[in-house]
T-cell receptor, first 114, second 112 residues
Framework: EPEVTQTPSHQVTQMGQEVILRCVPI?????FYWYRQILGQKVEFLVS????????KSEIFDDQFSVERPDGSNFTLKIRSTKLEDSAMYFC????????????FGDGTRLSIL | GENVEQHPSTLSVQEGDSAVIKCTYS??????FPWYKQELGKRPQLIID?????GEKKDQRIAVTLNKTAKHFSLHITETQPEDSAVYFC???????????FGRGTSLIVHP
């Protein structure tokens, strides 16, 4: 069964540094998402992406965040100047369609800011 | 925006017992309700979903019920097994946004 893949599995970064988290969505999916999950808490929506542009974003997704689909397969989340509170698990997800369709999650990237 | 409440936060059962997890939502326009299972350190995995045009859906030992009038939906797991131990999240979406709002999760512990 096809899966969403994410790299790296764990990223350790100094506060203030930039990080890029990478995702390869399922190949025939059209909608892509980033979520974050602080340890022990619920999954929180960051941003959705369709047709090469952001379709929705949450209040968490401020100016330090950006997303990109640099080629036909990768989907990236960049955090420009990391803060301690950015430490979390970041999940990428994808779905075939947007409306009321199951979202398939990757294994996540654990981001640790020191 | 949508608000999803989930109860209980922790549920401990003996192997073979049934487990029920309940969620309520606030936006009457929501029409898609997925349930995810997340084992420790792993990805959330969709286990079952229900759309607003049905009241119940079953898949082997798992069932979900939806009461649109009361705006609540529940996950039922029968004949629980130790491998059912995980955190379960409910979610709701629809009404103009396909972004799911997640509940806070229920940690299910099944004792052998």
């Amino acid at each position: 069964e096809p899966e969403v893949t994410q790299t790296p599995s764990h990223q350790v970064t100094q506060m203030g540094q930039e990080v890029i988290l990478r995702c390869v969505p399922i190949s025939n999916h059209l909608y892509f998402y980033w979520y974050r999950q602080i340890l022990g808490q619920k999954v929180e929506f960051l941003v959705s992406f369709y047709n090469n542009e952001i379709s929705e974003k949450s209040e968490i997704f401020d100016d330090q965040f950006s997303v990109e689909r640099p080629d036909g397969s990768n989907f990236t989340l960049k955090i420009r100047s990391t803060k301690l509170e950015d430490s979390a698990m970041y999940f990428c997800a994808s779905s075939q369609q947007g409306d009321n369709q199951p979202q398939h999650f990757g294994d996540g990237t654990r981001l640790s800011i020191l | 925006g949508e608000n999803v409440e989930q109860h209980p936060s922790t549920l401990s059962v003996q192997e073979g017992d049934s487990a029920v997890i309940k969620c309520t939502y606030s936006d009457s326009a929501s029409n898609y309700f997925p349930w995810y299972k997340q084992e420790l350190g792993k990805r959330p995995q969709l286990i079952i979903d229900i759309r607003s045009n049905v009241g119940e859906k079953k898949d082997q030992r798992i069932a979900v019920t939806l009461n649109k009038t009361a705006k609540h939906f529940s996950l039922h797991i029968t004949e629980t097994q130790p491998e059912d131990s995980a955190v379960y999240f409910c979610a709701a979406s629809g009404g103009g946004s396909y972004i799911p709002t997640f509940g806070r999760g229920t940690s299910l512990i099944v004792h052998p």
